[in-house]
């Protein structure tokens, strides 16, 4: 809903994500929601719809369009069937990522219509949903790849500015001014 879809705006902007994180924000949300696959057609289309929220707030609060302008109009049915086929044997081989490429290099609709090139894929995929756990895993799989091909030539990241904390404070304790110093440190290995 409207306030869930807020939250996620809102956690994404506290987050302020590097644009290094983003594929692996958006994988995430992948890998997650196979966990949550269930022999439930319903619920799975819900977790489909739920997905590509959190994709669509990733992509509206850390990424802007490549081509405002785009190079074609969007074509509702044609990008429906070419994502069929796509998701039609349930992988995504090297020539299939190739094609996804060209396709979206060659078919970039106007800003306002990148939400649908994208949201059109979780419709697609909604007929190739079933009871099984494994193929509805693969499944998302190949969203996935569709939508990594679909930002990477449609988007790119928004400039990136860290936000640090306020002005230093030397009024504290050793312990807590090598605290300080230790958090500023944004050239430290980090894990994940």
């Known amino acids: 809903d409207q306030d869930e879809a ?3 705006v809102e956690y994404f902007v506290s987050l302020n994500p590097p644009p290094d994180k983003l594929v692996w924000l958006r994988s995430t949300a992948f890998r997650l929601g196979c966990g949550h696959l269930s022999d439930d057609n319903d619920q799975n289309v819900a977790l489909l719809r739920t997905i590509n929220a959190i994709v669509h707030s990733l992509e509206t609060t850390c990424m802007i369009p490549k081509d405002p302008d785009g190079n074609s109009e969007f074509d509702d049915d044609k990008a429906e069937e ?5 998701f039609s ?3 995504v081989d090297r020539e299939e990522n190739e094609e996804l490429l060209a396709f979206f290099k060659e078919n970039i609709p106007p800003a306002g219509s990148l939400v649908s090139l994208r949201a059109t ?9 079933t009871d099984d756990k494994k193929t509805n895993t693969s499944l998302l799989r190949c969203i996935n790849v569709v939508v990594h091909a679909f930002e990477t030539t449609c988007l790119v990241p928004k400039k990136y500015e860290l936000k640090l904390e306020p002005d230093f404070d030397l009024d504290v304790s050793l312990s807590d001014a090598i605290q300080q110093m230790w958090n500023l440190d944004v ?3 980090r894990p994940n």
């Not at 070419?82 to 796509?86: S, T």
């Not at 979780?122 to 949903?129: D, I, P, R, Y």
Request: hydrophobic letters at 50%.
């Open 187 to 189: 050239n430290r290995l």
């Open 121 to 129: 894929a979780f419709k697609a995929a909604t007929e190739f949903l």
């Open 6 to 8: 807020q939250e996620l």
């Open 82 to 86: 070419f994502y069929k086929g796509i």
């Open 89 to 91: 044997d349930l992988s």
